[in-house]
């Protein structure tokens, strides 16, 4: 196999497939916060935290219940979208028109509690949870052995991603959700339900979080605290992309996904860092994100 | 323009001689280790508190400067063989360059953003951290050596040691006061009200704010380089985000904006902590219910409802 | 009833005299302090405490006329948490020995404050062999097991079986680094090679990229030099990625019984280790299996279960011998006594703080070869006291007289 810069291609490839890998739950957690972001103008810091109670949903389902993977992503996110409202309704409401800052309090301080909670019960080691038998097994590329649930992975954030984006884009209720997003009171004034608008708004970022943590339960452990370190990294992804943009959070997300997997090859003990490093020159370049629009 | 003299403030004097009085007596009859873990906090929180009260900035990544410090002082005064005033010295200065380059980036963001950077570069020093040799990782530097201060005093024995940890945050502590009250602190009042008319005044805001912050990672260094000398040991711990959300957490609960605030919410914070330790991790479940209790129902927190029974600030 | 009993206990304690003044408030009071609630806490946790109950029960220290309190803490894998805890312990709630302790990077810290405050400190959990080397301490006796024993047992038998090409995936922290220290060490002296390294986190979910690198360095057996939940899912996620089906063996270095119980028997067959311990040994050993998972929720002991039962017995022993519990001069009683216990059989405790018994090379059983659960184990070879352990005068420790 002849080496790419140095580096033979099995190790390149597929430390570049992981980052995608990775660039997946990058995208679909940015794309969640910049849909609340959007529209609450609250930065939800207990996405990470729903991410992690999707994948215990899941847990549950195929512990408790028998149901399996398939069934999980279907309900797991109604679950945590629906606790999510509930969460909305009786707490963020109250502190829509204070400073933003109360808006991150109140999510960490929730964040906390439910990441507490799940550890009290659980432990902080992870739960089991099994691959899905359809999903089971690899393609042996050549260059790398591929499992199979790992390119699913990649395949349905993609299509999630690019889903939520035409319809937010580019349908009706995309443009009314954006509207509101610059001007509620005329919106309001159309005859559009505004609030009922944001607390479901909100409960569907939710929900793209619980998705892609049954998505994450087969490869990385179910444990309490897996959101918890995530989130940082998501925050500084939406950063980068710019905050409220929906193209720049997919984009940003699989980009970084991408260049965190070739920094594992060529010089691994900036992987962890890598992130950052370029949200501190994108501050420096275009301080409102790649994609962002000046506020 | 007030000075401490005059009978305005005058309660805010009764306040600080009773803090002091409680300070001086508390090592007789509490685990003096604990006291002086609680005055650490306490100054690391009024050193917070001085950017989220007085300039409306919320650095949701400050412990950084706790950390970092840390590990300076603990590397001065294990391989370097520094003294305690010294290694202490060095590991505020340490936090206080750290303070100038996050500050230049972040204070280009406002508001939700500023937190976002100070989080976000707080975990990529975390990271660095996590890797650099010098810090040992996981292990932290440990057996740290508390040495004699000035070559005098022996900081091995407890007592010693509380009262020099005391005369720095009382030390701290009045850097502040002064600062608030001083023109610079009006001019930073001025600023968080109304930041256009600030500017438009002849004002250079964003310089004023770097000023500010600067202070207060340098304050936060020295409660840094504090507590690693008192407990021998810089760790991982005093650089994970977590550190960060306990030290708003501890704001937040004595009252931000208000000078004896942060102290009084680090003690309660401290205290709780201990009680709680047994259970493990019902900690965190504590402190995340009174974040939401705080935010929804509370404020001002405990001395901000003091200071708004006796009509008076604290 | 009690009230009498009470009653009889402190005349029965006066009676003794002198001898009771000399021990501290009275009472013997032991900390037991590990992890509870994260990846370590099967393999020791509420078991150790389990363990040190029954050593005191066992021991007889209520007809004795001794009086012995149980405490116990989570440090959280943190040193700073372990070390505020030890503090505290020693200065305010008057605890006189610290047990188990795993985690290499606490225990040292723990080392440490014991030694300036003259108590005493069992180590059972902890690995790294810098416990009896570098940081040796007059006041510490380091139990169970260590690094430099797993990279003897296991390092040597897989080198001498072919597998002499090696790439470790470690876990970034003093115990991952001194085993793998270790374990090079071995392979480089049986003539083998160390292709390369990588380090992760504690407590790490994901190994994907860890795993990448070892299939690409070829080596023909990747090492994996971390414990408890770290290492199982390594061995899950290596399964995933076809790791063993490309040809190379993984190595696990520190293997418990309740890691096995996890992966379960169909992932964990063939697997090779090292332990000083197993439940399944002999009669004596069954017995305390049997009354300690009544007590356990189920779970067999571990060799840390079984390093803080011995270690907690001895001690005592030693207390009662010397009627005193200043730690130093306790220590010192419990390396000048050898041991005797059901578990461990007969030992001996060196200068450098070693506790020396035999070591035993394990394979995990295929599924048809267990008769149920927790039968796991088959012996491959018995490893002699005197070779299981580091020479004495091979650690640098400061005790030792050259």
């Given amino acids: 196999m002849i080496p790419i810069l140095g580096i033979p291609p099995q190790a390149l490839f597929g430390q570049l497939l992981i980052g995608l890998i990775n660039g997946s739950f990058y995208a679909l957690l940015s794309l969640g916060l910049a849909v609340i972001f959007g529209l609450l103008n609250i930065i939800n810091f207990t996405h990470g935290a729903q991410y992690m109670m999707g994948a215990f949903v899941a847990w549950f389902l195929l512990q408790y219940a028998g149901l399996g993977y398939w069934w999980a992503l279907l309900i797991a996110p109604i679950v945590v979208g629906a606790l999510g409202i509930l969460l909305e309704r009786v707490m963020l409401k109250r502190l829509y028109g204070l400073d933003h800052l109360y808006g991150l309090l109140l999510t960490f301080g929730l964040a906390l509690i439910i990441q507490g909670l799940f550890r009290n019960q659980f432990g902080s080691s992870g739960q089991p949870y099994t691959l899905p038998a359809q999903l089971a097994g690899g393609q042996n590329l050549g260059f790398m052995f591929l499992p199979n649930y790992r390119a699913w992975v990649i395949g349905f954030s993609l299509t999630i991603c690019l889903a939520t984006w035409f319809v937010i884009e580019r349908t009706r209720l995309g443009a009314y959700l954006r509207a509101a997003t610059e001007n509620p009171t005329l919106v309001q004034a159309f005859g559009i339900n505004v609030p009922r608008m944001i607390t479901l708004t909100y409960g569907f970022g939710v929900s793209l979080a619980a998705l892609a943590g049954v998505m994450a339960a087969p490869i990385y452990q179910v444990n309490p605290l897996m959101g918890a ?44 860092t890598v992130i950052f490093v370029i949200m501190v020159l994108v501050l420096l370049v275009k301080p409102a994100g790649l994609f962002g629009r000046a506020q | 323009m007030e000075e401490g003299a005059s009978p305005r403030l005058g309660h805010q004097w009764v306040a600080f001689a009773v803090m002091v009085t409680l300070l001086v007596a508390a090592p007789f009859v509490v685990y003096p280790v604990f006291l002086m873990k609680a005055l650490c906090f306490a100054l690391f929180a009024c050193a917070f508190n001085l950017l989220i009260g007085y300039v409306g900035l919320l650095s949701f990544g400050h412990a950084t400067f706790l950390g970092s410090a840390g590990y300076i002082t603990a590397h001065a005064a294990k391989v370097w063989g520094w003294g305690p005033a010294t290694a ?43 890797q650099a040799p010098f810090t040992h990782g996981e292990d932290g530097i440990q057996a740290v050596p508390r040495g004699r201060l000035f070559g005098l005093l022996d ?35 001025a600023i968080r009200e109304n930041e256009p008319r600030a500017i438009s005044l002849g004002y250079k805001a964003d310089q004023y704010k770097l000023i500010a912050f600067v202070v207060s990672t340098l304050l936060a260094g020295v409660a840094g380089g504090t507590k690693a000398l008192v407990f021998q040991l810089a760790s991982l711990t005093d650089v994970h985000w977590t550190m960060s959300g306990e030290v708003v957490l501890m704001t937040l609960l004595g009252g931000l904006g208000t000078v004896f605030g942060p102290v009084v919410g680090a003690f309660l914070v401290i205290t709780l902590e201990n009680y709680l330790a047994q259970l493990g991790a019902w900690v965190t479940v504590v402190q995340g219910a009174i974040f939401v209790v705080c935010v929804l129902t509370f404020r001002r927190g405990v001395v901000g409802e003091l200071a708004r029974l006796i009509r008076k600030p604290l | 009833m009690l009230h009498r009993f009470l009653i009889a206990l402190t005349a029965v304690a006066l009676a003794a005299g002198p001898s009771a003044a000399e021990i501290s408030d009275g009472i013997i009071k ?23 109950r029954m050593a005191v029960e066992d021991y007889g220290a209520a007809a004795k006329g001794l009086k012995v309190e149980i405490i116990f803490a989570d440090h959280q894998n943190k040193p700073d948490i372990g070390s505020a805890v030890a503090r505290q312990w020693y200065d305010a709630d008057k605890v006189d020995v610290i047990v188990d302790v795993p985690n290499s990077g606490v225990a040292l810290a723990v080392n440490q404050i014991t030694r300036d405050k003259g108590k005493a400190f069992l180590v059972s959990g902890a690995a790294s062999s810098d416990i009896t080397g570098k940081a040796c301490s007059p006041n510490t006796v380091h139990w169970t097991y260590d690094t430099w024993a797993l990279a003897n047992g296991t390092g040597n038998a897989i080198v001498k079986t072919g597998g002499d090409s090696w790439f470790f995936i470690t876990a970034d922290y003093a115990f991952g680094l001194a085993l793998e220290r270790d374990v090079e060490a071995v392979v480089l002296k049986n003539g083998g090679k160390v292709l390369g390294r990588v380090r992760h986190p504690l407590n790490n979910a994901d190994f994907s990229s860890f795993l990448l690198q070892a299939q690409a360095s070829k080596a023909k057996i990747v090492g994996l030099a971390n414990a408890g939940g770290d290492t ?16 190379q063996n993984l190595a696990g270095l520190l293997v418990f019984i309740t890691d096995v119980h996890a992966l379960g028997l169909p992932t964990a067959q063939g697997l090779i280790f090292t332990e000083t311990f197993y439940w399944d040994m002999n009669d004596r050993t069954r017995a305390f299996a049997k009354k300690f998972a009544e007590r356990n929720r189920g779970i ?34 419990m390396k000048a006594t050898p041991t005797d216990d059901v578990l461990f059989g007969k030992g001996t405790i060196r200068a450098d703080g070693r506790k020396i018994h035999p070591a035993y090379l394990f394979e995990v059983k295929k599924p048809n070869e267990s008769k149920g659960a927790w039968d796991y184990y088959k012996l491959r070879a018995t490893i002699p006291a005197e070779q299981a352990f580091r020479p004495v005068d091979q650690g640098d420790c400061p005790l030792v007289k050259k």
């Fill in chain 2, 155 to 189: 900081l091995n024995h407890t007592l010693t040691l509380y009262f020099v940890v005391l005369a720095v945050f009382l030390a701290g502590f009045l850097i502040i006061y002064r600062a608030i009250h001083s023109p610079f602190g009006q001019v930073l009042k």
């Fill in chain 1, 229 to 272: 370190d995530l989130i940082i990294v998501v925050f500084a992804v939406v950063v980068i992309g710019g905050m409220g943009s929906i193209l720049g959070s997919i984009v940003t997300g699989f980009g970084l996904g991408i260049i965190e997997g070739l920094t594992k090859v060529f010089y691994p003990e900036a992987s962890n």
């Fill in chain 3, 30 to 52: 032991i900390g037991v302090l590990n992890d509870q609630s994260s990846l370590y806490a099967d393999l020791t946790g509420q078991g150790s405490v389990v363990a040190a």
């Fill in chain 3, 300 to 333: 067999h002991p571990t060799m840390i279960h079984a390093g803080v039962y011995a270690s907690v017995l001895h001690y005592l022993k030693a207390v009662e011998a010397l009627k005193s519990d200043e730690g130093t001069k306790v220590i010192e009683k």
């Fill in chain 2, 88 to 130: 202490i010295l060095a590991g505020a200065a340490a936090a206080g360059v750290l303070g100038l380059a996050v500050g230049v980036l972040a204070i280009r963001r406002q508001g939700i953003y500023f937190a976002m950077t100070t989080l976000a570069l707080a975990q990529m020093i975390y990271f660095f951290c996590l």
């Fill in chain 3, 232 to 247: 199982t899912n390594a061995i899950k996620q290596a399964a995933e990625f076809g790791l063993v089906k490309g040809g």
